[in-house]
């Protein structure tokens, strides 16, 4: 297709030069039904500045952590499953000590509860509050 050649770029909408006409004396003829338009405080234009640049990063952070899961359900799916929130510190922890479900599984008991229990939040924020459960 035409658009998808390197430098091509769609055509931006543009407003009928009748539509215009029509907006300026619709603005004329009942300027009583339009409020003038109010500078947004400086607090405002601040967070919305904010916002805008926290977005990208939100973006990212989605991004990374869906490759993460996607790799994950080939070939240690029960990280997944122990894991409601895989955007946190615990998770990457988690996945950094024990990489396997070897690993898992080798791991004592006691081990494993000190590690969700000093945790980033003090508390391990999984679907099993038990964690991972051995078979």
Partial sequence: MAL???GTKAAKAT???????????????????FSPLRPQSAPIRSLVSLVERRRPHVGDQTRLTNR?????????????????????VLFCNFLERRPTLRSVRQARTAVLERFFDAGPAGSARTSNPSGPQRR
Wanted: charged fraction near 35%; aromatic fraction near 10%.
């Fill in 4 to 6: 998808r050649r390197k």
């Fill in 15 to 33: 407003v009928p030069a009748s539509t215009r006409l029509d907006e300026a004396r619709l603005l004329g003829s009942h300027p009583e039904r």
């Fill in 68 to 88: 993460l899961s996607d790799a994950l359900k080939q070939y240690y799916p029960q990280a997944l499953e122990w894991f409601d929130d895989r955007g946190t």
